[in-house]
């Protein structure tokens, strides 16, 4: 996991495998019908949201919208990048990695919309990528995924943040 020079990287030739403490963000990203942006992972299949960890000196917002534009292609100005929820839940959040890497995920989770540009999956960790409805996401989903969908929708019924 981490890219060659990233933060991630650094730590893991000092640690290797061992589990990190990371935070990072989530970003939903909509389309004016209300369809979600998902990704396929390139590693495990799996639809997930762009998403990444913080690099130093780097805020959740500037995070979301540096990971949304490489994952994806999408510019965002991280001032218009809404926080509607947080997922530490060590029940959920723990992520192991094909090549056993270990995680345990802090994600401050953003809505964007209103959005312009081309979307176009970065070819070394995105297979395949789309927008879906909301209620009929492509399988097999990433778990925190689906969380982080369930706290949207507890967000949009609320106007409350959510975290777990």
């Known amino acids: 996991m981490g890219h060659v020079g990233s933060y991630v990287w650094e730590l893991r030739q000092k640690v290797g495998s061992r589990q990190l403490l990371l935070p990072g963000a989530q970003v939903l990203v909509l389309r004016a019908d209300g369809a979600a942006l998902l990704q396929r992972r390139a590693d495990n299949g799996v639809w997930e949201l762009p998403a990444g960890a913080c690099e130093p000196g780097q805020s959740f917002a500037g995070a979301a919208a540096a990971e949304l534009f490489e ?52 070819e070394a960790e995105v297979d395949e990528i789309g927008f879906f409805p909301l209620t009929r996401v492509p399988a097999p989903t990433h778990p925190p995924t689906l969380e982080v969908l369930r706290l949207f929708e ?5 106007g409350a943040f959510q975290a777990r």
Not at 154 to 158: D, F, I, K, P, S
């Open 71 to 122: 994952e994806t292609g999408i510019r965002a100005d991280p001032a218009g990048l809404v926080a509607f929820a947080s997922l530490s839940d060590p029940q959920l959040h723990q992520l192991e990695y094909p090549n056993g890497d270990r995680v345990h995920a802090f994600a401050l989770c953003f809505v964007l919309e209103g959005w312009q540009g081309t979307v176009r999956p970065e």
């Open 154 to 158: 507890l967000y949009r019924q609320t």
